[in-house]
């Protein structure tokens, strides 16, 4: 499929204008948002070590070269700037945000794209609460910001100024699929595949030999669960199974949970936030699990950033953490069918 092919002819690029100038807008909002509460921009680099270790994400690979004869090395272009703003918030910034450029290998759609803008923001001190208000008040600045009553996508509509729902995910699978998705993982960090692939086939979801626990979680999740989140007014859903949250922390409430959430609008995923996990060795525990994962599935694993879990270890404070995808949220502000009508230039194999 030829994306973006041409999209420089005037009659075409003329079609994107109109949500090029509520995008800049929208990007002036979000720094004004965060200059009101004090949070320091911040700036990482796109080259790193390690590019982040989520199973299922794809890296680009590079080689940097050194001036003075040493062998060169592999960096990647990172994932998400997590890694590097925890870090700072262990250097003693205690509010950060930073507008990220990031890079995922294999992925497009009307929703994904290759490269593509990160909002991302960390409270020290902060808890997922102050994150879902946070969330929400800067949704709405940015649609007023871009002249916006609604968010839309595929002629479902969202209203961001009322009331958002606040939705467990446990609440989520009673409602949407009559099924008690915690009482699947007896033993939490260890789920049992059988009873939720138990669950699916009742609910009509087919089921592979080879899919693992969180394989039909997803598949649920998907078919069942998301076409219902984010119609009307946003949602917010919450406390993660605790083994789906690499790097959040489990709620004191209930261990069986992690202090994470994902907002929805139009069915659309916007952000992913966390209770951020500050147990170095947990930590690596974690990582290693997942590069394991990762090697199984296809054959390939990324280094573990052995510099983040020195300075978790040297003391991150107790915070929480967010990432939002900027270019879906325009993209709904804006009612566009696909995130490269509001880029100014989309990644083709064309030329620049």
């Given amino acids: 499929m030829d994306q973006g092919k041409e999209w420089w002819r005037p009659e075409i690029f003329a079609t994107r204008r109109d949500a090029l100038r509520k995008r800049q807008r929208v990007l002036t909002a979000v720094r004004g948002f965060f200059a009101e509460r004090d949070f320091d921009e911040v700036e990482t680099p796109c080259l790193q070590l390690s590019p982040g270790l989520e199973p299922h994400l794809k890296a680009f690979a590079t080689r940097l070269e050194d001036p003075w004869g040493e062998a060169p090395g592999t960096l990647y272009l ?5 890694f590097t703003m925890k870090k700072l ?19 497009r759609s009307a929703t994904h794209h290759p490269e593509f803008t990160m909002l991302e923001w960390y409270r020290a001190g902060g808890d997922l609460g102050q994150l879902m208000d946070d969330t929400e008040e800067l949704v709405r600045i940015c649609a007023r910001a871009a002249g916006a009553t609604h968010m839309e996508h595929q002629g479902r509509i969202c209203d961001p100024f009322l009331n958002w ?4 995910v ?3 699978f009673f409602d949407y699929c009559d099924m008690d998705v915690l009482a699947t993982a007896p033993d939490p960090m260890n789920p049992e595949r059988d009873l939720i692939a138990r669950e699916a086939r009742r609910l009509g979801i087919s089921v592979s030999e080879g899919d693992r626990w969180d394989d039909i979680f997803f598949k649920i999740m998907l078919d069942r669960i998301e076409p219902h989140l ?7 859903l919450h406390s993660y199974p605790v083994s789906m949250a690499a790097l959040a922390r489990p709620s004191p409430a209930d261990p069986r949970v992690a202090e994470r959430f994902e907002a929805y609008g139009c069915g659309v995923e916007l952000c992913n936030a966390f209770g951020e996990l500050t147990d170095a060795t947990e930590q690596r525990r974690r990582f290693q699990a997942d590069m394991d994962l990762k090697q199984a599935l296809y054959g390939e694993r990324y280094p573990i950033d052995e510099d983040f879990l020195a300075a978790l270890a040297a003391g991150m404070p107790d915070c929480a953490g967010i990432a939002l995808g900027l270019d879906r949220l325009i993209m709904l502000l804006c009612g566009a069918g696909s ?4 880029l100014w230039a989309p990644v083709t194999k064309f030329g620049s």
């Fill in 165 to 168: 729902r606040r939705l467990s």
């Fill in 170 to 172: 446990a609440d989520a």
């Fill in 89 to 107: 918030l262990v250097a003693g910034v205690e509010r950060l945000y930073q507008i990220a450029r990031v890079f995922r290998n294999g992925e």
């Fill in 339 to 342: 995130l490269e009508q509001v």
């Fill in 78 to 82: 990172h994932t998400s700037p997590e």
């Fill in 230 to 236: 984010g119609f009307g007014v946003p949602v917010i």
